[in-house]
């Protein structure tokens, strides 16, 4: 089957926490792979009065990737990806 590419994580508009909380992870299927991106903020300088060494990131569901493995992977490009609006 076809497997899962990861790409470089990506962060929020001015790296703030409510816009990374509405964020959601990146998921597309190029016909070779399952592309992942997770959105991710941080890690704040461990000199930050505010939340030092904090990061924050968007993890998949493993119940997600089965899914691909053991259905989609096997067919030559995904059906249900669940993309949002």
């Known amino acids: 089957g076809r497997g899962v590419c990861f790409e470089k994580d990506h962060s929020p508009l001015g790296n703030i926490g ?3 909380v509405k964020g959601r992870l990146s998921i597309k299927d190029n016909g070779t792979c399952l592309v992942v991106s997770s959105m991710s903020l ?6 930050s009065l505010l939340f030092p ?13 089965m899914d691909y493995i053991m259905i989609d992977s ?3 490009k995904s059906g249900c990806l669940n993309v949002g609006p």
Do not use: D
């Open 18 to 20: 409510p816009l990374f």
């Open 42 to 47: 941080g890690p704040t300088p461990l000199k």
């Open 53 to 65: 060494g904090v990061q924050y990131c968007k993890l998949l569901s493993p119940a997600r990737i």
């Open 74 to 76: 096997l067919k030559s």
